[in-house]
C-alpha cells in the first residue's frame, strides 16, 4: 500500500475538486437518507386514512405531496451525485493524464540499453494497464469509499433512531457479504492477472506476424503462425471462461444477501410492530435502508481488491520511475561549432557480453575530413558510432570533442549538431514529407530545402515517381519504398538538419555502386565543411575517405588513405582486391 503514496502529491494537486466532492457526496447521502422517510411517512398516512375514512380529494392531496416530495428529494440525490462524480472521477481522470504523461517522459529519457532488455509489450502494459488499475483506485476506489462512510453514518443513525435490535439485525449480513465479495474480487483478479497474461502473449504474436509478414510467407509458415495463434487464442479463452465463471457468482451473491436482509427485515419486523414498538412504515423505510447499504457494503470488498491491485500497478511503476538513465546530460553550457573528434584509448563491453566489444581505439576527425570505417560484420562499427553519438558510454579511455571530454558536454547540444543515417533505417508511417522533416521543426525546412537533400540524396526522382510526391504515406498501408529507396530518404532526413557531423553506417548496402558513388561525390561536395564518417563494408565507397581506418574485432589493425593502404597491402589491400574481382565478375 506504500506505494500508492507516490500520489499523493497528485490528489494534493487537485485538492480542492477532491474536497469539493467529499461534499457534494455528503448532501447527495442526506438526500438519499431522507426518501425512505418520506415513504414510511406515506405509509403511516395511508393506514390512517384507511382507518378514518377520508375523502377521495384527501388522499389524492395526500398521495401528489408524498410523491413529490419523494421526486424533490431523488432529483436533488440525483443532482449532487452528478457533481460528485465531475469531482471526483474527472480527477481521476486528470491525475491519469498526468501519471500517463510521467511514465511516458522518462521512457523518452531512457537509454536504449534499457529498451533492449524489456519486452514491448510490459513497456505498453506500464502505460496502459498498470495506469488504469491505478485510476481505478484513484476514481471509483476513493469515491466509494468515501461515500460509504458518509453513507454509513447517516443510515444507521438513522436506523438506530427506529430500533436498535432491528438494526443490528438486518445489518448482520453485511460484513459477512463484504467479506465474500473481497473473496470473490480477489480470486478475480488472480485470475484476471493469468488471463491478462495470456492477453499479451496473445497480441506479441500478432504484433511479430504483422511486422514479420513478409517472411512468414517466404518461408511458407502462415500455417505454422496459424497454429500457434490458434493455441494461444485458445488458452486465453480458456483462462476467460474461468474468469466468467467467479464474474457471474458475484451478482447472485450479492442479491442474495439483500434478500436475507430483507426477509429478516419483515420477519423481525413484523413482530416489532404487532409489539407496537415500530409502525408498519419504519419497516418499509428499513426495507430501503438495508438495499441502500448493500452496494457501499459490497464495494468494500470490491474496493479493497482495486486498492491491492493499484498498489501492485503502482508498486511498478515506481520501481519504474526510479530508474535513473545511465547517460544523462547534465551539462547545460552551449558547444562551439564540431572542430575535432577523438577515441584516446576507448574500450567498451556490452554488459551481457564476455569479452569487450572495442579495444584501445585512437583515432580522430577533424572538420572538413572524411573518416572512413571499414571492417568485416561483427567487428565494431556500429557501436563505434554509438559511443560517439553517446547513445552508449565508454567503459574505459575517452572521446573528446573539440578537445573537452563528451561527458561534459551538454548533450543536446551535440546531438543536434550530428546527422545520423543509422544501419537499420526506420520511417514512420507518415507522409514522405514529414520523414524527410523529422528531424527538424517544421517551420525550419522549406520546399527547397527538402527538394535539395533529396536530390543529394539522389532519391528526388523516386519521389517524383509517385503520384502524390512528398505527400505519399509510407509505411503499413502507403506503398512501400524498395530497400535502397528507404535508405536514400534516411540519408536525406539526416542531410536536412545541416549537420556538423554525418555518421553514415552502411547506409547504402542497398544500392549499386555507381548509385552509391554518386550519392557520396555530392555529399562530399555539399557537405566539405562537415567531419563526415562513413561505414561500410565495401572498399570502393571509401575512396575518396581523407582517412581510413579497419577494424578486426573491435581494433584497429590498419590505418591511412586508400592508396597508402593499398600500397601497404595489408587486410585493406585484400579486401579491395576481392572486391574488384567480384565485381568484375
Ligand atoms: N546490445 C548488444 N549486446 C551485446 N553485444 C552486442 C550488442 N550489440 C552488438 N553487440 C556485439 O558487438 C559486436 C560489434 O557489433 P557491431 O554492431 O558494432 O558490428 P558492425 O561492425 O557494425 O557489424 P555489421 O557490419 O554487421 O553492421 C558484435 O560482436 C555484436 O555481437
Ligand atoms: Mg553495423
Given at each position: 500500500?506504500?506505494?500508492?503514496?507516490?500520489?499523493?502529491?497528485?490528489?494534493?494537486?487537485?485538492?480542492?475538486r477532491?474536497?469539493?466532492?467529499?461534499?457534494f457526496?455528503?448532501?447527495?447521502n442526506y438526500?438519499?437518507v431522507?426518501?425512505p422517510?418520506v415513504?414510511k411517512?406515506?405509509?403511516?398516512?395511508?393506514?390512517?386514512?384507511l382507518?378514518?375514512?377520508?375523502?377521495?380529494?384527501d388522499?389524492?392531496?395526500?398521495?401528489?405531496?408524498l410523491?413529490?416530495?419523494?421526486?424533490l428529494?431523488s432529483?436533488?440525490?440525483?443532482?449532487?451525485?452528478?457533481l460528485?462524480?465531475q469531482?471526483?472521477i474527472?480527477?481521476?481522470r486528470y491525475?491519469?493524464?498526468d501519471?500517463?504523461?510521467e511514465?511516458y517522459a522518462?521512457?523518452?529519457?531512457?537509454?536504449?540499453?534499457?529498451?533492449?532488455?524489456?519486452?514491448t509489450?510490459d513497456?505498453?502494459?506500464?502505460?496502459?494497464?498498470?495506469?488504469?488499475?491505478?485510476?481505478m483506485y484513484l476514481?471509483p476506489?476513493?469515491?466509494?469509499t468515501?461515500?460509504?462512510a458518509?453513507?454509513f453514518v447517516l443510515?444507521?443513525v438513522t436506523?438506530?433512531?427506529?430500533?436498535?435490535?432491528?438494526?443490528l439485525?438486518?445489518?448482520?449480513?453485511l460484513?459477512?457479504?463484504?467479506f465474500?465479495i473481497y473473496?470473490?474480487s480477489?480470486?478475480?483478479n488472480r485470475?484476471?492477472?493469468i488471463?491478462?497474461?495470456?492477453?499479451?502473449?496473445l497480441?506479441?504474436?500478432v504484433?511479430e506476424?504483422?511486422?514479420?509478414?513478409?517472411?512468414i510467407?517466404a518461408?511458407?509458415r502462415e500455417?505454422?503462425?496459424r497454429?500457434?495463434?490458434?493455441?494461444s487464442?485458445?488458452?486465453?479463452?480458456?483462462?476467460?471462461m474461468?474468469?466468467?465463471?467467479?464474474?457471474?457468482?458475484f451478482m447472485p451473491?450479492?442479491?442474495?444477501?439483500?434478500g436475507?436482509?430483507?426477509?429478516?427485515?419483515?420477519?423481525?419486523?413484523?413482530?416489532l410492530?404487532?409489539d407496537?414498538?415500530i409502525?408498519p412504515?419504519?419497516i418499509?423505510?428499513?426495507?430501503?435502508?438495508?438495499?441502500?447499504l448493500?452496494?457501499?457494503f459490497a464495494?468494500?470488498?470490491?474496493?479493497?481488491?482495486?486498492?491491492?491491485r493499484a498498489?501492485?500497478?503502482?508498486?511498478?511503476i515506481?520501481e519504474?520511475?526510479?530508474?535513473?538513465?545511465?547517460?544523462?546530460?547534465?551539462e547545460?553550457?552551449?558547444?562551439?561549432?564540431?572542430d575535432?573528434i577523438?577515441?584516446?584509448?576507448?574500450?567498451?563491453?556490452?554488459?551481457?557480453?564476455?569479452?569487450?566489444?572495442i579495444?584501445?581505439l585512437?583515432?580522430?576527425?577533424?572538420?572538413?575530413?572524411?573518416?572512413?570505417?571499414?571492417?568485416?560484420t561483427?567487428?565494431g562499427?556500429?557501436?563505434?558510432l554509438n559511443?560517439?553519438?553517446?547513445?552508449?558510454?565508454?567503459?574505459?579511455?575517452s572521446?573528446?570533442i573539440?578537445?573537452k571530454?563528451?561527458?561534459?558536454?551538454?548533450?543536446?547540444?551535440?546531438r543536434?549538431?550530428?546527422?545520423v543515417?543509422?544501419?537499420d533505417?526506420?520511417?514512420?508511417?507518415?507522409?514522405i514529407?514529414?520523414n524527410?522533416?523529422?528531424?527538424?521543426?517544421?517551420e525550419?525546412?522549406?520546399d527547397e530545402?527538402l527538394?535539395?537533400?533529396?536530390?543529394?540524396a539522389?532519391?528526388?526522382h523516386?519521389?517524383?515517381?509517385?503520384?502524390?510526391?512528398?505527400?505519399?504515406?509510407?509505411?503499413e498501408?502507403?506503398v512501400?519504398?524498395s530497400?535502397?529507396q528507404?535508405q536514400?530518404?534516411?540519408?536525406?532526413?539526416a542531410l536536412?538538419?545541416?549537420p556538423?557531423l554525418?555518421?553514415?553506417?552502411d547506409c547504402?548496402?542497398?544500392?549499386?555502386?555507381?548509385?552509391e558513388?554518386v550519392?557520396l561525390?555530392?555529399i562530399?561536395?555539399?557537405?566539405?565543411?562537415c567531419?563526415?564518417?562513413?561505414?561500410?563494408?565495401?572498399?570502393?565507397?571509401?575512396?575518396?575517405a581523407d582517412?581510413?581506418i579497419?577494424?578486426?574485432h573491435?581494433?584497429?589493425?590498419?590505418?591511412?588513405?586508400?592508396e597508402?593502404?593499398?600500397?601497404?597491402?595489408?587486410?585493406?589491400?585484400?579486401?579491395?582486391?576481392?572486391?574488384?574481382?567480384?565485381?568484375?565478375v
Open positions: 500500500m506504500k506505494s500508492l503514496s507516490y500520489l499523493n502529491k497528485y490528489l494534493f494537486k487537485y485538492k480542492w477532491l474536497l469539493l466532492g467529499v461534499v457526496i455528503i448532501i447527495s438526500f438519499g431522507e426518501m422517510k415513504v411517512g406515506a405509509v403511516n398516512d395511508f393506514l390512517k386514512t382507518d378514518a375514512n377520508m375523502a377521495f380529494q388522499v389524492l392531496m395526500l398521495s401528489l405531496k410523491a413529490g416530495m419523494y421526486m428529494l432529483l436533488g440525490k440525483g443532482f449532487f451525485l452528478f460528485t462524480r469531482m471526483i474527472v480527477v481521476s491525475i491519469e493524464y501519471l500517463k504523461n511514465v522518462q521512457y523518452q529519457k531512457l537509454n536504449f540499453a534499457f529498451y533492449k532488455k524489456s519486452r509489450g513497456l505498453m502494459n506500464r502505460i496502459s494497464e498498470d495506469v488504469t488499475q491505478v485510476r476514481g476506489g476513493l469515491m466509494y468515501i461515500n460509504l458518509v453513507l443510515a444507521i436506523m438506530l433512531q427506529i430500533n436498535v435490535s432491528l438494526t439485525l438486518v445489518l448482520a449480513p460484513p459477512v457479504m463484504s465474500l473473496w470473490v480477489s480470486k478475480m485470475l484476471s492477472k488471463k491478462q497474461e495470456e492477453q499479451s502473449n497480441s506479441t504474436i504484433q506476424s504483422f511486422s514479420g509478414i513478409r517472411v510467407k518461408y511458407l500455417l505454422e503462425t497454429r500457434k495463434f490458434d493455441a487464442a485458445d488458452e486465453y479463452k480458456r483462462k476467460n474461468r474468469l466468467v465463471m467467479v464474474n457471474s457468482l451473491t450479492i442479491i442474495f444477501l439483500i436475507l436482509s430483507t426477509l429478516l427485515t419483515i420477519y423481525y419486523g413484523g413482530l410492530t404487532y407496537k414498538e409502525t412504515g419504519d418499509v423505510a428499513f426495507v430501503f435502508y438495508v438495499n441502500m448493500t452496494w457501499p464495494s468494500v470488498g470490491w474496493v479493497t481488491s482495486i486498492i491491492q498498489a501492485a500497478s503502482q508498486a511498478r515506481n519504474f520511475l526510479k530508474i535513473v538513465p545511465k547517460i544523462k546530460n547534465e547545460k553550457g552551449s558547444l562551439d561549432d564540431l575535432e577523438r577515441f584516446e584509448g576507448v574500450h567498451f563491453q556490452f554488459d551481457d557480453a564476455d569479452k569487450p566489444a579495444q584501445d585512437s583515432f580522430s576527425v577533424r572538420r572538413g575530413e572524411t573518416l572512413g570505417i571499414v571492417g568485416r561483427g567487428s562499427k556500429s557501436t563505434i559511443l560517439m553519438t553517446r547513445q552508449l558510454e565508454v567503459t574505459q579511455g572521446i573528446t573539440n578537445g571530454d563528451i561527458r561534459k558536454v551538454n548533450l543536446d547540444a551535440y543536434s549538431r550530428v546527422g543515417v543509422p544501419q533505417v526506420f520511417l514512420f508511417s507518415d507522409t514529407r514529414n524527410v522533416a523529422f528531424g527538424v521543426d517544421t525550419e525546412a522549406t530545402d527538394i535539395k537533400v533529396c536530390k543529394t539522389h532519391v528526388y523516386n519521389i517524383m515517381d509517385f503520384k502524390e510526391g512528398f505527400e505519399t504515406i509510407l509505411g498501408r502507403g512501400n519504398l530497400g535502397g528507404k536514400r530518404l534516411s540519408i536525406a532526413r536536412l538538419r545541416r556538423q554525418l555518421l553514415l553506417d547504402l548496402s542497398a544500392v549499386d555502386t555507381e548509385t558513388d550519392i561525390r555530392s562530399d561536395e555539399d557537405y566539405k565543411h567531419m563526415n564518417v562513413i561505414v561500410s563494408h565495401r572498399v570502393s565507397s571509401l575512396r575518396m582517412k581510413i579497419v577494424i578486426e573491435g581494433q584497429k589493425i590498419e590505418e591511412g588513405t586508400h597508402e593502404l593499398i600500397a601497404a597491402g595489408g587486410v585493406y589491400a585484400e579486401m579491395h582486391h576481392k572486391q574488384l574481382v567480384s565485381e568484375s
